[in-house]
């Protein structure tokens, strides 16, 4: 059993070896909440012993962001600052690595004006656009990290007492990253070869098309040619491996941006920027989400889903067993970093690049073409379950189970 | 007697209100160690509630910074981030004002590497030398709080139990700075008042030189013609009046850079980014320090007066007196901020245009023509004591009593 701060150790050297694949030499740029410091710090040092050129931190601060929304007189909220995009473009066009310490409180703009809110989001998702793209194309190498605060530990454990929440999600943190194991590096290997496998064997079958079948759901998710099966490990432009989330459970693809038809339901919650959306069902057709309806948050989904031409449309497909260790944990965490770890799921907006061959050497216009989405968006919604079947359709028109009740059964067939 | 809240509060107002005087429809940066987010968060709140647009908050952190020194293994202390001095002087350009909210831990860098902490600080000067221009033009206004973090309270408070030094350091700020009376907005305006007062009578007899003389300091410091004694109270260049340091019990003027000549003792310690400087001796000859002599912290003193060509010479001469309410509260700071506000004191480097007549107009090489001392550095250190004496001389050579025993005792000749 190892002690809070050994496992707080392993954390920040999963993020720095397995996430970021930390050379020496590279100039660090880490952004983190300001309630983390502790973390933070701990990560610096531990990159200045890994031969790290030098460490800079980007402080964040949510208290500071809600106060605006709380107590401005002004409806400037189209008006944000562009330092925090540009120095992480900078930093990103250079090559050198980024790793993002996150937290995610669900309940920091509820309540608030949703005009307010979409017109922030909008702005703050235009200023990283020009970043995002660095980040799609792969420039350099990039992971995010969870980190616990008092208002999200709070939503995910609203019946614990105030002062164990925060370590409770410390514990839910570090099992569902494999930090509280002695040899934690050692099982990151082999997860991340287990994933590829699972990607390799999809990558061989040349799917033209997923069919989604539960209860709820009936999509058929059609797959351009040439679209290619990852895992959260992407290799930069300039050739080193890095991967992207800490934890990941899925291996994933891109869909065809016009192919998508049919009905799909959320299994789980989305929390988009301070905002909760759930139980809601989305109807495509020919790609693009014609019909939204929501439980709770449906407004502020609408809103995501007009953000601009191409985030009603997806991005992204992933696969994730209905029995991985974060859906067996039972948690929900309100944070997509671990919840789309849970269930299989899909994405609105911007398709990976790297998800089609020869896609990050693509200019938009002709990764549209060949059936990629662009968007100033990429937000993640859940759509696996237990009773959740995904048959994968070949070229010549047969079906095969991929999926069965929420499990992978697809085999070798060699 | 006011609650903790309440005297906090004050502060905010105190640096908002007199500080910075803030308009609305103002664009706020603010710049704070992450150890004091309550206050920023505090101001923040005020700000938005005064009608400003945007709040920023740039957050720094020692910790970072010394866990450089401690851990990295590369001699690159000259590589430093340029991000936090553009924003500072993008934010200065457009005339809008920026709060700094600092703490001062003396002990920081103790025991570090003296050449590595000289590239890092020479580094960071130079980043930051376009934004010290638009600062010592009046360009935007700005204002400086002190916030005390566990590190600089246990500094100023050995003998007090740990538990209880940042409470205490508290209650020396907000005494130093009025922020624990009730009508503390009030006093504040009636204490500029007095000062300006000051400033006015000292202006009236177009001194020449000043004689500092006491049983350590026997000095000549030549006053250019068109010096302008000021207050901490500034205007920018849109008009806006603006008190740059809070706490501050100054006037001050610039020395002639080339007419200053004699010896001067140091009679509080200097604290220089993160190092202590203790019991000096300065011998001046035509303006220029020609020989330094210090009990502790010599080679960090003949560092900073290496750091380039004026940074040797004076470009401030200022007059507090021995009884001001910070030399009474018996406490050594161990900041600049509040430590100037003790005693007497000269700065070693830049000098302010503004306190020559048509300095803000001028160029550097006629600033320097007319008196004015041009450095990337501007470091102040106390030589006031309640047994030094300040005589002025008046262009006819005669010499007047200015203060006595370290009390002014100049009279409106009226």
Known sequence: MLTFEQKL????????????????????LISCPVEAAPLAR????????LETRLVEVLWEDDAVLLSRF?????????????WHSRIHLEHAQRGDPILSIRASN???LQGQDPEKVRACNLAFSQSRARYLQEVYNNTFAWSILGVPTQGWAAAVFPDVSASQQQDRL?????????ADQENALQLWQDHIQNLQQQANLLNARKYTALHFKSPQTDLTIGLPEGHSWETAQHRTTRGALFFANIPSEEVFTLPHREQVDGRVSSTRPLVHQGQLIRNFTVQFKAGKAVHVQAEEGEAA??????????SAFLGEVALVSASSPIQQSGIFFYSTLFDENAASHLAFGQAYPGSLQGGLDMDRATFAAHGGNNSLIHVDFMVGSSDMDVDG???????????HHGEFVLQNKA
């Open 42 to 49: 701990m990560v610096t040092e531990a990159a200045y012993r």
């Open 106 to 108: 669900p309940q920091l």
């Open 393 to 403: 359709i070949l070229p010549d028109g047969t079906h095969e189970p991929v999926m």
């Open 9 to 28: 150790r392993n954390y920040s050297e999963i993020a720095l070896n397995i996430g970021l694949g930390l050379k020496p030499g590279q100039r660090l």
């Open 170 to 178: 410390w514990d839910a943190i570090f099992a569902a990253t494999r």
């Open 301 to 310: 989904l609408k809103h995501l889903l007009s953000t601009d031409e191409g």
């Open 70 to 82: 709380q107590h401005s007189r002004h409806n400037n909220f189209d008006e944000v600052p562009h």
